[in-house]
């Protein structure tokens, strides 16, 4: 097993497709061809997504928009190593995943415009939304996943989350209760080096995150992040083990966020053009494409109509986004409780009066 | 009908409804095998299992975010903190989550738990142990936060708060857990939340008071009684949403309104109750609404706490300048 194999504190971390396209053929997960094309889509989409996001952002079309270029890869392939059970609590830069999990694109566009419309995902669709303060989905998925192993039910939560996110209080408690418990989780930790303009080094001391696991009493593994089969091998292990009561797992995958933190932020205030240089050798989806061309799947014919494609969902998205109404003002006040109190039944009733003014 | 104090009505209500609907799980801190710090639990683990009376390891803010993860997930959790001096670790996961989940999801995740909370001053108890914050959590939209002062009020409102679909932080005035004690229905009732209970009409003042203080009250109008004092006194049961009609109606009748509570005075819930009372029935007034509270300082320790709480005296030196005005 991979998860028992490879310990963080000796020094391994796991990698099946390196920068060069090369694979280690003893690992390499079995994935039907059919899931490879799928793999390679929604990674294309994911980053035509960003980069209209990103763009939509510059024009004004969109609010603060956090980019996720550069985490394809730990996004699509953890996400495609879940079962239709499972539920993924997403950190707030998981477009690709929450992608693939179902949640539809003009939604994702809808909530970043500043439309809590946006947040209220088609029914069946199990995802969680997205927690703004860092961290906090850590430990109420671990609460979700416990509710799960109670209720004797087969569906695995896996929690994904920044390094920044592990020097918080819910981290700790996320993952010390999940060990007591032995639920069903995945904690993946996306380790992009930069909780904004804080380095890696600087949130812990400990020479992997991963190796925290240890300490909790379960397995913790290091994984590339930038190589999609890795993170789809270990996901699938670490799933497969809280499937069959064994668990929690803490993966760390190690990538890089190739944009600033946020629209609001500039990255150039903190690291240099150098370090983001030689990460970009490191680009996911470049190395799954000469992966995908050694199995003859890919070629130019084939990039081309994959990128059409998804140019076309991102437009359409974008254009049912900007077409949806704006949000009816009782909206903002009927959903606090489950029925509406005699207060804030006041207070829209005084803001109705004063717009006819 | 059986005689039971607060504390065994809390036990009553969660057994009966740990009974009635199996999504109903308990957990916190000493909650199975000790029975709770108070004994609120006593009994549970040995009838519903380690599965639905969880001992969790010591973390307020992990207990309410595993609570809240189960609620989620529909089950029914009813989570124990067990002094409101450590309640502050959950205000993140009551703030950014529980209290705005159906809001954000526009009603398709909701966040329905219980939050038990033994709070206020008068047990001679260490530091950190006798707080009475209530007004940290009647700011946040989207929760409800309900004190009980009776016996019967205790089992009746905590099964209300089981079966709410929003969250609610249910706090217990830990001063009377065993002081009062009264017939209860045996059988399963409700009381509904947001429904403040009318202790003693009267025709000269209103007072408005909660929890611990209620009893306290009654006290002090058996003492203006002799003075020819008529008190009106409203337990509100619940701080939030207020029951706007009962205090209303009863300040328009008196025309003076007194507000007790424990928490300090300043922006404490008194000033809300206060405000509302000028919003909606300034005219009927004779006099200014005054409060008598906790002051605002750190509560004291033993040697000093009664000091802090509102006592029969001071509240009854508030009254006389209302009704002299």
């Not at chain 1, 053929?25 to 929604?42: A, Q």
């Not at chain 1, 809590?116 to 850590?138: D, H, K, L, W």
């Not at chain 2, 939340?193 to 109008?221: H, Q």
Request: with cysteine; hydrophobic share 40%.
């Amino acid at each position: 097993m991979l998860i028992d194999e490879y310990d963080p504190l000796k020094n391994k971390r796991l990698q099946i497709l390196d920068e060069n396209g090369n694979v280690n053929s003893e690992l390499e997960p079995k994935i039907e061809k059919k899931d490879l094309i799928e793999i390679y889509k929604y990674m294309v989409l994911s980053r035509i997504a960003d980069e209209k996001a990103f763009a939509l952002q510059r024009e004004g079309r969109i609010g603060t928009y956090p980019p996720l270029k550069g985490h394809e890869a730990v996004q699509i392939g953890s996400a495609f190593a879940m079962n239709k059970n499972d539920w993924l609590f997403p950190v707030y830069r998981d477009m690709g995943a929450m992608l693939v999990m179902g949640v539809p694109l003009d939604l994702i566009f809808l909530y970043w415009m500043g439309n809590e419309n946006g947040c209220r995902f088609p029914e069946g669709t199990n995802v969680f939304p997205i927690a703004i303060p860092v961290g906090s989905q850590i430990s109420l998925g671990m609460g979700f996943s416990w509710a799960s192993k109670l209720k004797k039910e087969k569906a695995v939560t896996l929690i994904s989350f920044g390094d920044g996110a592990t020097s918080a209080i819910d981290f700790h408690d996320g993952l010390n209760f999940a060990g007591v418990f032995k639920t069903p989780t995945v904690f993946l930790c996306i380790n992009n080096q930069w909780a904004i303009s804080v380095p890696r080094t600087k949130q812990s001391a400990s020479k992997t995150l991963a190796q925290k696991a240890i300490g909790y009493g379960f397995n913790g593994i290091q994984v590339d992040g930038n190589d999609i089969l890795a993170v789809y091998a270990v996901t699938k292990e670490a799933v497969d083990r809280a499937n069959k009561g064994d668990g929690p797992t803490l993966i760390e995958a190690v990538t890089y966020r190739m944009g600033d933190h946020t629209t609001a932020d500039d990255a150039s205030r903190y690291r240099s053009e150098k370090e983001i240089d030689e990460w970009r050798g490191k680009d996911p989806i470049a190395r799954f494409k000469s992966y995908l061309g050694s199995k003859q799947i890919w070629n130019k014919n084939f990039e081309k109509e994959t990128r059409k494609e998804a140019e076309d969902l991102v437009d359409e998205a974008v254009k049912k986004a900007e077409a949806e109404p704006p949000p009816d003002i009782e909206d903002f006040f009927k959903y606090t409780y489950a029925e509406m109190p005699w207060h804030i039944k006041e207070e829209l009733e005084e803001l109705k009066e004063s717009l006819k003014e | 009908m059986a005689v039971h104090n607060i504390i065994e009505s809390v036990n009553l209500a969660l057994k009966e409804e740990m009974k009635r609907d199996d999504r109903v799980i308990v957990l916190g801190e000493d909650v199975g095998v000790n029975g709770g710090v108070f004994r609120a639990t006593i009994g549970l683990l040995e009838e519903f299992g380690d599965n639905r009376v969880i001992d969790t390891p010591l973390s307020e803010n992990g207990i309410v975010a595993g609570a809240l993860g189960m609620a989620v997930n529909g089950l029914r959790p009813v989570a124990e903190i067990q002094f409101m001096g450590f309640v502050y670790y959950i205000l993140n996961h009551i703030i950014c989550h529980a209290a705005r989940l159906r809001n954000r999801t526009r009603g398709r995740i909701t966040a329905p738990l219980v939050i038990r909370v033994p709070y206020g001053a008068g047990i001679r108890a260490p530091e950190h142990h006798s707080e009475s914050t209530e007004a940290l959590f009647t700011q946040i939209p989207g929760i409800k936060v309900v004190v009980p002062s009776t016996p019967k009020d205790t089992k009746g409102l905590l099964t209300s708060a089981i079966r709410d679909p929003d969250t609610v932080i249910f706090l217990e005035p830990k001063r009377i857990y065993r002081a009062i004690k009264e017939d209860i229905p045996e059988e399963e009732y409700t009381i509904p939340l947001g429904k403040a209970r009318m202790v003693k009409e009267g025709k000269d003042i209103t007072v408005i008071c909660w929890g611990a203080m209620v009893r306290v009250v009654e006290t002090v109008s058996e003492e203006a009684e002799k003075e020819n004092i008529d008190i009106e006194i409203i337990d509100l049961r619940t701080l939030s949403p207020l029951d706007k009609d009962t205090i209303i109606t009863s300040v328009e009748k008196t025309g003076r309104a007194l507000v007790v509570h424990e928490a300090p005075k300043t922006c404490g819930l008194g000033a809300e109750i206060v405000a509302l009372i000028n919003e909606k029935a300034l005219l009927s007034l004779n006099a200014p609404v005054l409060r008598v509270t906790g002051q605002d300082i750190a509560v004291p320790l033993a040697k000093g706490e009664d000091y802090y709480i509102p006592s029969v005296d001071r509240i009854l030196q508030g009254l006389k300048k209302i009704i002299n005005f």
